[in-house]
T-cell receptor, first 113, second 113 residues
């Protein structure tokens, strides 16, 4: 069975500061991992995904994530936060039959001016 | 835009009434999923479909049923709505490979009074 833990339901940073959103996973099979972003009153949009091609994955809007098997982690980072990054971020793991996703509970990112 | 629409986008109903939510896709993808999103819970899978007339339960399927009579439409029915089913419902689609992305619709906000 797969599971995802996102550490910190709410992260607050200043504009221009480093963004670090943490995700740890548990999977009985080699995992495929995803980060999605949700802006207010919208659906989920894919930021990036790890599919075993490279451990450092670059996504949209300057975000990237590094897959660390030894730590079972897939943390999301961005060097410099923008006000437009304020949103909720979800980490998800795919595994098992029928390509189902298991989501973490989400992290709300607030960016302060 | 992944070619997914959901209807209605908002609905208010009363306890005990039946409700049907529709997900429509134009991508001809094989897999379709229904999730609910609740604060503090992230997204949880209700039901999914891996082909016409092929459906299966997710982790929170009690009180819900689904039908898929054609590739493009996936219906979610609450047979007798309860206040605990007040939520935002998202449909997702994927082509069905290990590396494939699930694309999400805009969501339906359902309130059960």
């Amino acid at each position: 069975a797969q599971s995802v833990t996102q550490l910190g339901s709410h992260v607050s940073v200043s504009e221009g500061a480093l963004v670090l959103l943490r995700c740890n996973y548990s999977s009985s099979v080699p995992p495929y991992l995803f980060w999605y972003v949700q802006y207010p009153n919208q659906g989920l949009q894919l930021l990036l995904k790890y599919t075993s091609a490279a451990t450092l994955v670059k996504g949209i809007n300057g975000f990237e994530a590094e897959f660390k098997k030894s730590e079972t982690s897939f943390h999301l980072t961005k060097p410099s936060a923008h006000m437009s990054d304020a949103a909720e971020y979800f980490c998800a793991v795919m595994g098992g039959s029928n390509y189902k996703l298991t989501f973490g509970k989400g992290t709300l990112l607030t960016v302060n001016p | 835009d992944a070619g997914i629409t959901q209807s209605p986008r908002h609905k208010v109903t009363e306890t005990g009434t039946p409700v049907t939510l529709r997900c429509h896709q134009t991508e001809n993808h094989r897999y379709m999923y229904w999730y609910r999103q609740d604060p503090g819970h992230g997204l949880r899978l209700i039901h999914y479909s891996y082909g016409v007339k092929d459906t299966d339960k997710g982790e929170v399927s009690d009180g819900y049923s689904v039908s898929r009579s054609k590739t493009e439409d996936f219906l979610l029915t609450l047979e007798s709505a309860t206040s605990s089913q007040t939520s935002v419902y998202f449909c997702a689609i994927s082509a069905g490979t290990d590396t494939d992305t699930q694309y999400f619709g805009p969501g339906t906000r359902l309130t059960v009074l």
